[in-house]
């Protein structure tokens, strides 16, 4: 007998197509993503007023961010360090406002 399959292979995804599908992120962009999210939650403390000036600072970086082409692996790392050490000034209880934030 031959599988239901068997008689329709057009039907199965070739196993590029799966493997695409269900692909994860790397590392680094894990940690970038991390590093949003956890920025996003150290301003939830902030002021309605702060807040918002801190998002559309943190949506600003992190587009201006995307313009760094892939291969530039340095230039990423850098600006993720930055962007942890611009998170812990955000985590500081005292911070109302940054004069110019740079997140990856």
Same mark, same amino acid.
């Given at each position: %007998?031959?599988?239901?399959?068997?008689?329709y292979p057009y039907i199965l995804p070739s196993m590029s197509?799966?493997?695409?599908?269900?692909?994860?992120?790397? &590392?680094?962009?894990?940690?970038? *993503? #991390?590093?949003?999210?956890? *920025?996003?939650?150290?301003?939830?403390?902030?002021? &309605?007023?702060?807040?918002?000036?801190?998002?559309?600072?943190?949506?600003?970086?992190?587009?201006?961010?995307?313009?760094?082409?892939?291969?530039?692996? *340095? #230039?990423?790392?850098? *600006?993720?360090? #930055?962007?942890?050490?611009d998170l812990d000034l955000l985590k500081m209880e005292g911070?109302?406002?940054?004069?110019?934030? %740079?997140?990856?």
């Amino acid at each position: %007998t031959q599988s239901t399959w068997g008689a329709y292979p057009y039907i199965l995804p070739s196993m590029s197509f799966v493997a695409n599908l269900f692909r994860k992120h790397s &590392p680094l962009q894990q940690e970038i *993503l #991390k590093l949003y999210r956890d *920025l996003f939650r150290a301003i939830r403390v902030k002021e &309605p007023q702060e807040r918002a000036a801190f998002k559309t600072m943190i949506r600003q970086s992190f587009r201006e961010g995307m313009q760094v082409p892939r291969k530039d692996i *340095l #230039k990423i790392e850098f *600006l993720l360090r #930055k962007g942890k050490k611009d998170l812990d000034l955000l985590k500081m209880e005292g911070t109302t406002r940054v004069s110019s934030l %740079t997140f990856s």
